[in-house]
């Protein structure tokens, strides 16, 4: 039994209401079609590599294959869905016996070319692109709030059991091999991406793999971590520095950390995400190194690690109560260090809650 960041069990989802919400978003003559597992699971609960939802105002189907005719329906039944299962051996075109001339609504991000050109064959009345799922996703429930916040809790306890050995001069991969470990022994389906160690010169690449490369003295550590339950992710950075720092060192973390600062302070329904953007930039351009600072301030979390709202300079949102997003200011100098904070929040009706709790003591 999964329990929540407060020890209790997990709520069930209910997804009873999602279709109709969907609904609210389409008109007579339109339906939604998604291919996307996320999509899929968000409306159904269905968990399986094939499955495709058609819903209109009169019809909400899951098609699948005869792999899932068990798991379909149980999983539809267990979340409260009012979808259907409709098992085919080729379900992309089994879509028009349901569409009958309806417009077919498809995120254009979010489905193949080739699935695209297909439903556009052989739907009569057409597709056209339209993203309604990206909206309502964004704000979560407390179902969905209390998964997040459970994962958050068990990558802040595993983080807590690897410190130590940071010191004993392990290599990158040994440290992400333990966490990943960690992070399923407490009850984590897996990881909400692959785990990222960057030691020394590697820590200037903000997406760099675990490496054998060993963890030395003097080095700046960025590890940036997350775990999944019930499919919904948590993400955190921390950076640590083993040993004494420079005062260099202290520096890029100081003003890094009152970045993020900067940004919390205004975590509110209402703020528009790139003002949160430019709020977040301003220590660190102030410092001189605004061009180090080379990707947004944040986005949100989910059922996939990289949902809606986007937080950076272009974003048009506004955060909204229910959303949990990340504030993640980083700086890069090539081929010698970097520097990131991370940290997640849920936007409540009165600022914003921190789901990721591990220490920022940077020194090991």
Known sequence: MNLSSTGDPLSPLDLSLRGDKVRSEISDREA??????????????????????????????????????????????????????????TPIEDIPSLALNKIIKVDPNLITWRAALQLEEIIEGGITPS?????????????????IALAARIVDEALNETIPFLSGNPSEMEIATHLDFKIREKGASGNAYQTIVASGVNSSKPHAQPSAKKIENGDLVIIDVGAVVDGYRSDMTRTFIIGEPSVLQQKYMTVVRESQEEAIKILKPGTACAELDRQCRKKIEEAGWGDLFIHGTGHGVGLDIHEAPAINSKSIENL?????????????????????????????????????LSTKSPQV
């Not at 309604?132 to 998964?147: M, N, V, W």
């Open 32 to 89: 939604l079609v998604t291919m996307s597992p996320s999509d899929v699971q968000w409306l159904t609960g269905f968990t399986g590599s094939n499955g495709i939802v058609y819903l209109d105002h009169e019809k909400f189907i899951l098609l699948t294959d005869k792999r899932y005719e068990e798991q379909g329906p149980q999983q539809i039944r267990e979340s409260c869905s009012s979808a259907e299962v409709m098992i085919s051996k």
């Open 320 to 356: 909204l109560t229910g959303m949990v997003v990340t504030i993640e200011p980083g700086i890069y100098f090539s081929d010698n260090c970097g520097v990131r904070w991370e940290d997640l929040y849920e936007i409540t009706e009165s600022g914003a809650r921190q789901l990721t």
């Open 131 to 147: 993203t309604p799922l990206k909206a309502l996703r964004a704000q979560k429930d407390e179902c969905e709030i209390g998964r």
